[in-house]
């Protein structure tokens, strides 16, 4: 079974490897990115920036929407409901150099569907249609877009949506195998995703709960996507990513890293993060992050209480010094 790294190209944007990494509004910040590509993400998506809210000058979205110098081919992604004020907040995000812009029309939050944008979209395929249309005049690099499966399970309408998205110029379109309703729950719709890519002639990127290498395999091999991309199972894994390619080029199952490679990228990593910060705000986004590192060792819960409380970078590196010294006494 020789696999090996996949090369797509969306537009004119060439992508080497199969596995991305989703855009998660409050995670897949810029240090994190990183941290995935090193590990051989081939493909990075920013979190969602409010088009309006950054045609209007606000501050965090341009921090939001910095791109890491090693960090292409990278999307930024936008949201909204206005086709004027996408196609000018994806002519404004050119400054700061994406391969792509994304659109999100696949978030379920309340906040998000009420101001008509994220998966309420959906039920509106000619206002999407015509937002992709300004957008991809706006500008010119690929214009691509992020949907769900549909609305709810009587309104799984993600071939039909796909094929308005194509005629208005969207470049590639990835599908998250569930409805909006479904939130996060599972199962993840395979069969969708295979009918969205069996309907277009654009790359289709598949996501949706990929936690190993296997379901990776399986999500390329069953709907014929282009490129799977990973969310969730990244968080406190970002070496999710090699033992991915590894399995798909090489047949084989790396090993899991040990508990000091372990934490040493989570300190790797939370270093970044405060770096890109500040202490004080890194320290507080490192609470989750750690959480992650940690959850699957014994003992979890305990470390997770332990490091909800966390201040400082000093104190996170004397606990998982403690971290890797209890570990290796549990063997
Ligand atoms: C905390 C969190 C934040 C998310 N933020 C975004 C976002 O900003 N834009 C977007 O298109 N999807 C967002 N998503 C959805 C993910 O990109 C992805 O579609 C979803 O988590 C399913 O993939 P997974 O099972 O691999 O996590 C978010 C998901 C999570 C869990």
Redesign the pocket.
């Known amino acids: 079974m020789r696999n090996t790294l996949r090369q797509i190209k969306i537009g004119n944007t060439e992508i080497n490897g199969a596995a991305a990494l989703?855009?998660?509004?409050?995670?897949?910040d810029l240090p994190f990115r990183e941290l995935c590509r090193s590990f051989g993400a081939s493909y990075t998506?920013?979190?969602?920036v409010s088009a309006k809210g950054f045609v209007m000058g606000d501050r965090k979205s341009e921090e939001l929407m910095r791109l890491g110098e090693n960090e292409h081919p990278a999307a930024i992604?936008i949201?909204g409901s206005e086709p004027l004020y996408m196609a000018k907040a994806a002519e404004k995000a050119l400054k700061f150099s994406p391969d792509i812009i994304?659109i999100?029309m696949?978030?379920p939050a309340t906040k998000i569907i009420k101001g008509s944008s994220?998966s309420a979209l959906m039920k509106d395929p000619a206002l999407a249609g015509r937002i992709v249309k300004e957008v991809v005049s706006a500008v010119n690099i690929p214009v691509t877009v992020?949907i769900?499966a549909g609305w709810d399970k009587n309104n799984i309408n993600a071939v039909e949506f796909a094929k308005v998205l194509e005629q208005n110029g969207a470049a590639a379109i990835?599908v998250?195998g569930?409805t909006k309703d479904q939130m996060?729950a599972p199962p993840?719709n395979l069969d969708i995703i295979r009918d969205v890519k069996m309907s277009v002639s654009i790359p289709v990127i598949g996501?949706?709960?990929?936690?190993t290498p296997l379901d990776a395999k399986k999500m390329l091999d069953y709907t014929g996507c282009d490129l799977v991309?990973?969310?969730?199972?990244?968080?406190g894994k970002p070496w999710l990513f090699k033992l991915i390619n590894d399995y798909l080029e090489k047949g084989v199952i790396a090993e899991e890293p040990s508990i000091e490679e372990r934490m040493e990228i989570m300190l790797f990593h939370i270093k970044r993060l405060c770096e890109h910060k500040g202490e004080y705000i890194g320290m507080l986004e490192a609470r989750k992050h750690a959480a992650w590192y940690t959850k699957s060792l014994r003992g979890a819960a305990a470390y997770r209480r332990e490091l909800s409380a966390l201040k400082s970078f000093e104190e996170l590196k004397a606990i998982s010094e403690r971290i890797i010294k209890e570990q290796k006494e549990l063997i």
């Open positions: 989703a855009p998660m509004a409050g995670c897949s998506v920013t979190e969602m992604q949201f994304d999100n696949g978030c994220g992020k769900r990835c998250h569930r996060y993840v996501n949706g709960d990929i936690e991309m990973i969310g969730r199972g990244a968080l």
